[in-house]
């Protein structure tokens, strides 16, 4: 009984540490890959948006580094 209770706690705390793990790894993700990618994207946007003829394209790529940033 002993045993059976220690390995259930056992699996408790490998699948809490499992969450966390997941957690931090797309947190990092998000933060030194994605983020810096939209904001890249969001100032060509802008310096495309200054001119007359790619006011399209930065339209595009401001949609583009906003999916970047709200993709799971």
Do not use: E, H, N
């Not at 056992?10 to 890959?33: D, E, H, P, S, Y």
């Not at 983020?35 to 399209?56: E, Q, R």
């Amino acid at each position: 009984m002993i045993t059976l209770l220690s390995l259930f706690i056992i699996g408790i705390l490998l699948w809490v540490g499992f969450i966390i793990t997941g957690a931090f790894f797309k947190a990092i993700i998000w933060l030194f890959i994605q983020l810096p990618i939209a904001l890249i994207l969001w100032d060509l946007g802008v310096a495309c948006c200054c001119t007359l003829i790619l006011i399209p394209v930065g339209v595009k790529l401001f949609g583009v580094g906003g999916r970047v940033v709200s993709y799971v």
